[in-house]
């Protein structure tokens, strides 16, 4: 069988970057950031270094990766200014477009999740916060160490992601290479 390292991203300033190697949880990153202005943005060459680090260790596996997608409109007083909210969706955008631009620069192909998609097939709709993460701690004991704070739920969503795409679209496509 073909070896996997998939790439799940919770894409907000402070979500992260789980990688699945061949099904099981391997390094991850909390989003490295960096201060821009009065603000901070994803560093984007951080987060390609740890990408590189990752597929440099596992020469020839099949590389891909999932990010939960985000509809980011910001919002406008009256005068038509960006609210704080507004400026915080912004940034969110931001980062969310680096994270995508990232990813393709490095030929890597990328499946854009909307939450509700994901979440759905772990059966976490309309759950609390947390649900995410005691689901990952279930079904991998093994992560205990990058889940043990409810602060971790950014990792625990971006683990879910990539166990999303690996159940929902990795098997078919190792599946069809393997018959090709």
């Known amino acids: 069988m073909e070896r996997s390292l998939t790439f799940g991203?919770?894409?907000g300033l402070t979500g992260s970057i789980f990688t699945l190697i061949d099904g099981e949880p391997g390094p991850v990153l909390d989003m490295p950031t960096m201060d821009v202005g009065q603000g901070s943005e994803v560093d984007a060459r951080?987060?390609?270094i740890f990408i590189r680090e990752q597929r440099a260790a596992h020469p020839g596996a099949h590389v891909?990766?999932?990010m939960e997608r985000i509809h980011a409109r910001p919002m406008r007083d009256k005068s038509g200014t960006p609210t704080e909210g507004g400026k915080a969706r912004h940034s969110l955008a931001e980062g969310y477009g680096q994270l995508k631009a990232t990813i393709?620069?490095?030929g890597i192909p990328l499946d854009l999740v909307a939450p509700a998609?994901?979440?759905r097939h772990f059966h976490l709709?309309?759950?609390?916060k947390d649900a995410a993460r005691v689901l990952?701690?279930?079904r991998f004991p093994s992560a205990g160490r990058s889940l043990s704070r409810k602060k971790d739920s950014g990792r625990a969503d971006a683990l879910l992601i990539a166990l999303w795409f690996e159940n929902t679209h990795l098997a078919s496509h190792i599946t069809d290479e393997a018959a090709a």
């Open 9 to 11: 991203i919770d894409p």
């Open 46 to 48: 951080a987060v390609a």
């Open 104 to 106: 393709r620069v490095l």
């Open 117 to 119: 998609t994901w979440k």
């Open 136 to 138: 990952a701690l279930a």
């Open 64 to 66: 891909s990766a999932a």
């Open 125 to 128: 709709l309309g759950t609390a």
